[in-house]
């Protein structure tokens, strides 16, 4: 499922991990909090301990196919995650990101915002980019940070108390 009015090259996913989320089926992705537009998810890819995705309920593939009150509400969210993860981790920084179309490497083809507590310590260099050599085309290194749902849930029950309702 696509249908982005971009006119980029999607990504191919289906079913939609994030629509089966809002459906109630959701793998290896617990929800931390939802809101009526948007919902916030534990990246099974816990390249840094806390990073987590916001999501629009509705399927809308990239940023250009958000209603402004779907941007307003993810922008709320991904501000509050971002308190709820300094609260829980006490991190040195936070890092904020997403892709729209398969040459900003998106992989999955629903809008979503990475939100990403970091450390000084960390390996991703300065940003994004460096997410590219961490992932070579086997896959090696997403499956070395890819987390099972029990430790994913562990890792959202503590982000939850942290998370503010709108
Ligand atoms: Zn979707």
């Given amino acids: 499922m696509s249908d982005t009015i971009a006119q980029f090259e999607m990504p191919t996913w289906d079913p939609c991990p994030f629509c089966e989320i809002v459906a109630g089926r959701g793998e290896n992705r617990p929800v931390?909090?939802?809101?009526?537009?948007?919902?916030?998810?534990?990246?099974p890819r816990q390249?840094?301990?806390g990073q987590l995705l916001v999501v629009p309920r509705r399927h809308a593939p990239t940023i250009l196919d958000l209603t402004d009150d779907e941007a307003g509400e993810i922008m709320k969210t991904v501000r509050i995650a971002a308190e709820a993860l300094v609260k829980t981790f006490n991190p040195d920084g936070i890092t904020v990101y997403q892709n729209n179309g398969v040459a900003s490497l998106q992989e999955v083809p629903h809008f979503h915002m990475h939100v990403v507590p970091r450390r000084k310590s960390s390996n991703w260099g300065s940003g994004p980019p460096h997410i590219a050599a961490l992932q070579p085309k086997d896959g090696g290194m997403k499956q070395k940070v890819t987390v099972s749902w029990e430790r994913a849930e562990e890792i959202a029950s503590i982000i939850r108390p942290n998370f503010k309702t709108i």
């Fill in 32 to 43: 931390i909090n939802s809101t009526e537009k948007t919902l916030a998810v534990l990246n």
């Fill in 47 to 49: 390249f840094e301990i």
